[in-house]
């Protein structure tokens, strides 16, 4: 009896150090989160009633059982370093995903800024255009109308002046029409056959006469023809003014047409620029998606990990904690799709816009090609004028004298 009551006391002294040293070994599975200080505290406690129970642990446990535990530490102590290692790559991951998500928006407000910064630019260039366009129909319509006023002019004076030789033409005619009939031949003839003095005297002051009227009448047709030389010198000088004011105002407008061209090279150079920062973003997308997928494949192998664990292993407080953290970490996968399905939108609306913008590119490219052909009138037009000029003043510099019918 006394035999059976030491082995009784044995055995349970045995349990109980076993329970004891359990109890320690829990409490260091439970300290996943390093910034929680009372899991350390439990931990140091574990540490003491360790060591003070080391000495009965020494005498009741066998060497198999030791090295059961030194390996469940060393499995448990492996699993939660690479959990924290886990956790400090999620970290980072999701760090860059919000400087990533911040991009984005940078990039979507860059965008819209670009969008309007273009409608501006562009109605701008509207409004340009239909100035130009009103002020060039406005010149068109005054030179028809100061060139129509010209020849109205030109008219009246030419009808003015016929009717002036006209009426000197019968003012001659009245004075004498037997005399006027005849020629200044026939006048000397009758001088040589007059017999009288009075007859030659009469004859030579018609011949007088004749010879003053044929003087006035050269003298004002020489007169009225220099007057309508000068007019026409005038209004050619006028014309020439004219023309070059026009080919000065053309020439401005090629100047801007340039610019406008140069404008358009750097606005396309932006959009490439645009493009190739969406082009980034599309692989650090594709390369987050990777690490997604390799943590997804990290934390299947940290499940199987974790039934291996559960099979050896029969603490409550390490499974609840353990399910605690996977749960977490399948929240943060699911936030990441959450992330990654909205990012994925939000590239697909970069996309559009860049399609929009493209779009508006090619209508701008349009207008060019629209403004560059009617530069190139606009250069025809030019060079016509010059010419026109060029004729004028070889005209002026001739001097020559339009006769007056």
């Known amino acids: 009896m006394q035999h059976e009551h030491n082995e009784l006391v044995k055995q349970t002294v045995f349990e109980e150090t076993k329970f004891l040293m359990d109890k320690p070994r829990s409490f260091q599975v439970i300290d996943f989160y390093p910034e929680d ?26 060497p198999c059982q030791i090295t059961e535990n030194v390996d469940k530490d060393k499995t448990t102590s492996f699993l939660l370093k690479e959990l924290n290692i886990l956790k400090t790559r999620n970290k980072k991951l999701q760090e860059k995903l919000a400087q990533e998500g911040k991009e984005v928006k940078t990039l979507k407000l860059e965008l819209e800024l670009l969008e309007r910064a273009t409608e501006a630019k562009i109605a701008e260039k509207t409004a340009a255009l239909v100035e130009e366009i009103y002020f060039a129909q406005r010149e068109r319509d005054e030179a028809i109308m100061s060139r129509l006023q010209l020849a109205n002019e030109e008219r ?76 026409e010198r005038d209004a ?22 340039a610019n406008n061209m140069r404008h358009l090279t750097a606005e396309n150079n932006q959009e490439r620029a645009l493009k190739a920062k969406l082009l980034s973003m599309q692989q650090d997308r594709e390369t987050a998606i990777q690490q997604y997928k390799k943590l997804k494949e990290e934390i299947q ?26 749960s977490t970490y399948e929240n943060a996968l699911k936030n990441r799709e959450d992330i990654v399905s909205i990012t994925h939108q939000q590239n697909e609306e970069l996309a559009i816009q860049l399609q929009q913008a493209l779009t508006e590119r090619a209508n701008m490219e349009l207008k060019l090609q629209q403004a560059l052909e009617a530069s190139q009138e606009a250069n025809e037009k030019v060079q016509k004028l010059e010419r026109l000029v060029d004729v004028l003043r070889k005209k002026v510099g001739a001097g020559t004298i339009r006769t007056v019918i």
């Open 156 to 231: 009246d004076e030419a009808i003015s002046r016929a009717r002036e030789l006209e009426k000197s033409l019968k003012e001659l005619e009245n004075i004498n029409p037997e005399e006027n009939d005849m020629t200044l031949q026939e006048l000397l003839n009758r001088i040589n056959n007059a017999d009288t003095g009075r007859a030659i005297h009469s004859n030579g002051a018609v011949i007088m006469d004749r010879i003053y009227k044929t003087k006035e009448c050269k003298e004002k047709i020489t007169t009225e023809e220099m007057n309508a030389v000068i007019e």
């Open 301 to 326: 192998t940290l499940r199987i990990y974790y039934s291996l664990h559960k099979s050896l292993s029969q603490e409550e407080s390490l499974k609840d904690q353990f399910n605690c953290t996977l």
């Open 37 to 62: 200080g009372t899991t350390y505290s439990t931990t140091e406690k574990s540490d003491v009633i360790e060591h003070r129970n080391s000495d009965l642990l020494c005498d009741f446990m066998t």
């Open 236 to 257: 050619a000088l006028s014309k020439c003014k004219r023309l070059e004011q026009e080919l000065h105002h053309l020439k401005e407008q090629n100047q801007t047409s």
